[in-house]
Each structure stands twice: as structure tokens, then as C-alpha cells.
């Protein structure tokens, strides 16, 4: 028997309130009954629910309604909504406003159990993790799996993926390109125990052409179209059983998301060109470095979908944010790339260090990575300086000690620091865009909108466009 639990249930009418109530205690609960919004109120000021379930129809104070006082004043408690009239409309806007689940009449005994288990499941491993946590905010931990930084926004994060690792609760990345959302989507899987040693399977959705992506997330059959000369897997069958990282989840296309949403919902999809349904249990993590409510108002991203992925949101802070991080950062990748490189640097001077922390980095940690490679291959001597940064550093510098004013926006000062890194670095790959977006760490398809936006075309650039 389950038990240990009060459940408290919202309904106006005393059949289906009963029904659920004997239910609930046959399973070893401990239940409560409320025929309205006001009544469920009070009984949750008097007693210790660790659920509600209400209906959304109701007289005078609807299960909407319910939710919204539920969530202002009591968190903590999660709410599930039940209803006869299912719509999307209601289940979006129930999941808006933080409901916990959301079911429709007539209610089937075991999905309901399953429901309240999953959610006493989670409230457990919260109430579990409370003391390490705790620990870990006294203490704190300069690294995480592959994460580095000591800031409080890292350390919050390092928890929070700690608490949610081992549920199935859908994940949102968001934060700009290079904040390692990646790494976090790597940590989250590595500390799930049902899922670590299956795969983990990573899609760059802006890399991968529109006519083509549906294929590789999905797979096809023979003949489905020209070119598909044998049946394929897709990445979600691949990742059966383990993870899968939607990386710039915000490029897929209206027909794209519908088919997300199932999966997300049913766990199913049919292969491009076929019929059969293929069921898979794959834990979807989806990353974005773009606003998906500005995507909505615009009518480019689905309010369903957004709700649906959004269940648990981790915003990763930018290196400007978190400054303090960058000497441990630095410690980091000096000695990766020492031994990559096989040189000996004991660590940086203090004009190295100067430079570096008065810089705004654009592109955040992986822009720093590569900035430290570079630094440990053009750098001699015991300690890395000011000396071993690209010019870009220098002439910031300058101007810095000049005290030169300019009525340039601040969007356009930050972004002649990446326009500056992304030209060095297309010339030192002598403009093959290929090995340059490896180096930066983007995909060509980032990079070539880059280029686009900066005009970094013409000359030897325009001549290698192929490339």
C-alpha cells in the first residue's frame, strides 16, 4: 500500500467525490472531501494536504480558480484538474498556471493512481534532497560533472539537476550560445540512474536541413521520397530508452511541432512514409538561445508545445553574469590545454587576467575556451600574459586607458567583440567555415547567419562560400 499521504478532493458532485474517495483510501491514503473552491480553502488552511484534486467545473468557484488561490498561497501543494469537457484550450491554460496534471471524465482508477504516485515520487525525492542541498549551499562546488563555476546561479543549477535527474519530467534549456546548455543536458542525464548508461543522443536542429530534419528525428522508409533508398532509424528510436537533446528547439516548423507535441504526449510517432506507430521512452530535453514567448506572440513557436516542454526550466546565466567564475575557469581550461598542447604554464599574470575580466564575452564560456586554447599555443614561458591574447584584447585595452567615449549603442559594443572573433578565426582556418564553426563551437548554420550579419562576405570569404 502506497499510503502516507493526504489527498484532498474538490468536487461538486457526491457520486464521483465518493468514488474517488473510496479509491483513494482502498489504496491507503488518507482523503479528504470539499463540494466547492471556498470549502477545499479552508480544509487546506486547517489540514496538511499533500494534494488536490478538483474539478474544473464547479459552481461559483471553478477548479481554475481553485488552482490559481492553490499556487498564490500553498506552492507546495500540486494541483491535478479533472474535467468532462476536455479542450486544449483548458489544458494549456491549466498548465499556464501550474497545474500538476490534467485528466478527463470519466476518471480510470488506474490512471489516476499512477498520476498521485509519480507526484508523491517527486515530493519525495525533494523532501530527500533537502539536506544535501542545504549542504551544498553552505559549502559550495567550484565544478559540477562538466560544469565549472562557483557562482550562486551555478550552484542553485548544480542542485536543481541534482532533484530532477532521476524523474521524467520534460526539460527546458534556455540561455544564450555558448552558456553550456549542452553540458547541463550531459549532467542531467549522467545523474538519472534509469537512463545513464543508455543512449544520449544530441539533434543541432538548426544544422540540419528543414526538408530533411523530420527524417533524421524520425526516421523513414524505403521510397517515402527521392533519395530514400532503405529504411532508417531516426534519433528518437536511437535514443530509446536514454535522453535526447532537441538543441534550438525554436527552428522547427509548425507541422514539426505537432509531431514533437504527440511524442511528447503519447510517446509515439510513424517513421516518414509509414503507417506503423513506433513507441519509444525517451527522456526529451530541449535547448534554446531565443525568447519562445516572443516566438508565440509571433505565431512562429506553439503555446501547447511551449507548456508541454517548459514542465522544468533551467536558465543558464551568462558569463557577464557570473564574472567571478573566470579565474576557476581559467585554472580549467590552462591546464586542458596545457597538456593538449604539451607546454608547462604555471598560470597568468595580472595584466592577463585584467584583460580578460574587463572583456564582455559575447560568446560566453566557449568563446573563453577558445581564447585560453589559443593562448596556450602561442604562449611561451612559465606564465601566460597579456601578450599571448588576440589583438582584439589589446586595442580594448587601449581605448580603455585612452578613455574614449562613443555614442554607439551597447548592442553594437558587444557585438564588434564576436564580429572581431569570428573574422579571426575564418582567417586563420584561411575561410574554410567548416573547421571555423568547429573552433567557435557553433554549427555552420550559426555561423554562415553570423557572417550574414556582420558582413563578413567578399573577398576570400565570398570565394569560399562552398566551403
Not at 37 to 48: D, M, N, S, T, V
Not at 333 to 356: H, P, R
Not at 378 to 386: I, N, W
Request: hydrophobic letters at 40%.
Amino acid at each position: 500500500m502506497p499510503g502516507n499521504g493526504r489527498i484532498l478532493i474538490v468536487d461538486d458532485e457526491p457520486l464521483i467525490r465518493k468514488s474517488l474517495y473510496e479509491t483513494l483510501r482502498f489504496e491507503g491514503y488518507e482523503a479528504e472531501m470539499a463540494s466547492d473552491g471556498e470549502e477545499a480553502l479552508q480544509k487546506i488552511e486547517r489540514l496538511p494536504i499533500d494534494i488536490v484534486i478538483a474539478d474544473i467545473k464547479m459552481p461559483k468557484f471553478s477548479g481554475i480558480d481553485l488552482l490559481k488561490q492553490v499556487r498564490e498561497k500553498h506552492p507546495e501543494i500540486p494541483v491535478i484538474l479533472i474535467t468532462g469537457y476536455g479542450t486544449i484550450d483548458q489544458a494549456v491554460e491549466a498548465m499556464r498556471l501550474g497545474a500538476a496534471d490534467y485528466i478527463t471524465k470519466p476518471i480510470m482508477d488506474g490512471e489516476i493512481k499512477i498520476v498521485i504516485k509519480k507526484l508523491f515520487e517527486q515530493k519525495n525525492l525533494i523532501e530527500e534532497n533537502i539536506a544535501l542541498r542545504q549542504q551544498l549551499a553552505r559549502t559550495g562546488r567550484d565544478t559540477f560533472h562538466q560544469l565549472i563555476g562557483k557562482h550562486e546561479k551555478m550552484q542553485k543549477i548544480y542542485t536543481l539537476i541534482e532533484t530532477i535527474a532521476d524523474t521524467k519530467a520534460t526539460l527546458l534549456i534556455k540561455g544564450e550560445s555558448g552558456t553550456g546548455k549542452r553540458l547541463v543536458a550531459l549532467a542531467i542525464h549522467a545523474n538519472d540512474p534509469a537512463r545513464k548508461d543508455k543512449p544520449f543522443v544530441e539533434v543541432s536542429c538548426a544544422a540540419i536541413p528543414e526538408t530533411l530534419l523530420e527524417s533524421e528525428l524520425f526516421g523513414h522508409v524505403k521510397g517515402a521520397f527521392t533519395g530514400a533508398i532503405k529504411d532508417r532509424m531516426g534519433r528518437f528510436e536511437l535514443a530509446d530508452g536514454g535522453t535526447i537533446l532537441l538543441d534550438e528547439i525554436d527552428t522547427f516548423s509548425p507541422a514539426l511541432q505537432v509531431k514533437l507535441l504527440r511524442v511528447l504526449q503519447e510517446g509515439e510517432f510513424e517513421r516518414v512514409g509509414d503507417t506503423k506507430t513506433i513507441r519509444v521512452d525517451v527522456r526529451i530535453i530541449a535547448a534554446t538561445n531565443q525568447n519562445l514567448e516572443e516566438l508565440i506572440e509571433q505565431g512562429k513557436f506553439r503555446e501547447d508545445l511551449y507548456y508541454r516542454l517548459n514542465v522544468i526550466a533551467i536558465g543558464l546565466p551568462s558569463l557577464r553574469e557570473r564574472k567571478e567564475d573566470i579565474p576557476v575557469l581559467i585554472e580549467h581550461f590552462l591546464k586542458k590545454f596545457s597538456v593538449k598542447n604539451k607546454k608547462k604554464f604555471s598560470g597568468v599574470s595580472d595584466g592577463f587576467l585584467k584583460a580578460i575580466e574587463a572583456y564582455q564575452w559575447p560568446g560566453n564560456v566557449r568563446e573563453l575556451e577558445n581564447v585560453m586554447e589559443r593562448a596556450t599555443i602561442v604562449g611561451h614561458g612559465d606564465l601566460l600574459t597579456e601578450g599571448d591574447l588576440p589583438d582584439l584584447f589589446h586595442q580594448l585595452s587601449v581605448s580603455a586607458e585612452g578613455g574614449e567615449t562613443t555614442s554607439r549603442s551597447l548592442k553594437e559594443m558587444l557585438g564588434e567583440p564576436e564580429r572581431e572573433m569570428i573574422l579571426r578565426t575564418l582567417q586563420e582556418c584561411h575561410w574554410n567555415r567548416k573547421k571555423a564553426a568547429a573552433l567557435l563551437g557553433v554549427n555552420r548554420t550559426t555561423l554562415y547567419n553570423k557572417m550574414r550579419k556582420y558582413n563578413l562576405f567578399g573577398g576570400r570569404g565570398e570565394a569560399l562560400q562552398h566551403v
